[in-house]
């Protein structure tokens, strides 16, 4: 069954040293995300991206953070310059097209995220 | 504004024991309504999900949930509870931007026990 990943599983970093999360989704699928979930709270939106463009994102999703699909099959979150209050474990998810039709989105392991 | 509420944050239950977890939402128009389970250090797992039509759905692992407008209700049910079960389940809202896929907005969980 095709799945969504991501790597690494668990990047610790310092402050203000930029960062890079990596994710593969699934491979027909047109719709990208990017999901945080700091530790106790809720799943949090940040990003959607469709057709190599941005077209939803969160307030929380400020100039610190960029999102690229380099190639064909990856999908990257970039914070330039990691503060503390971005420690959480991110996750990456991928839906389908179609449409108007809501598809479902299937999620990756996450990457969990520790700030210095 | 859309959200979502998960009014118990933490629940038990006996093996064998029924469960309901209950989820309301606010949501201007039809809303597509989701389930996912997540496991200790993994990620979301998709249980069920509601476009439209029948509103009793039918999910993975047996459960079942029930999607009632004029409650703006989808709670989880499930009729007999395993060990394995035991998780932390997230209700969520898909929001719809246009011809886009949108975000969604999450509860912020309910944690389930499983007493032997």
């Known amino acids: 069954e095709p799945e969504v990943t991501q790597t690494p599983s668990h990047q610790v970093t310092q402050m203000g040293q930029e960062v890079i999360l990596r994710c593969v989704p699934i491979s027909n699928h047109l719709y990208f995300y990017w999901y945080r979930q700091i530790l106790g709270q809720k799943v949090e939106f940040l990003v959607s991206f469709y057709n190599n463009e941005i077209s939803e994102k969160s307030e929380i999703f400020d100039d610190q953070f960029s999102v690229e699909r380099p190639d064909g099959s990856n999908f990257t979150l970039k914070i330039r310059s990691t503060k503390l209050e971005d420690s959480a474990m991110y996750f990456c998810a991928s839906s389908g097209g179609g449409g108007y039709s809501y598809n479902e989105q299937f999620f990756g392991p996450g990457t969990r995220l520790t700030v210095l | 504004a859309q959200s979502v509420t998960q009014p118990d944050i933490h629940i038990t239950v006996s093996e064998g024991a029924s469960l309901e977890l209950r989820c309301n939402y606010s949501y201007g128009a039809t809303p597509y309504l989701f389930w996912y389970v997540q496991s200790p250090g993994q990620g979301l797992q998709l249980l069920l999900k509601y476009f439209s039509g029948d509103t009793l759905v039918q999910g993975i692992k047996g459960f079942e949930a029930e999607f009632k407008r004029s409650q703006s209700s989808f709670n989880l049910r499930k009729p007999s509870v395993h060990w394995s079960d035991a998780a932390e389940y997230f209700c969520?809202?898909?929001?719809?931007?246009?011809?886009?896929?949108?975000?969604?907005?999450f509860g912020k969980g309910t944690k389930l026990s499983v007493k032997p």
């Open positions: 969520a809202v898909g929001a719809r931007s246009g011809g886009s896929q949108g975000n969604l907005i």
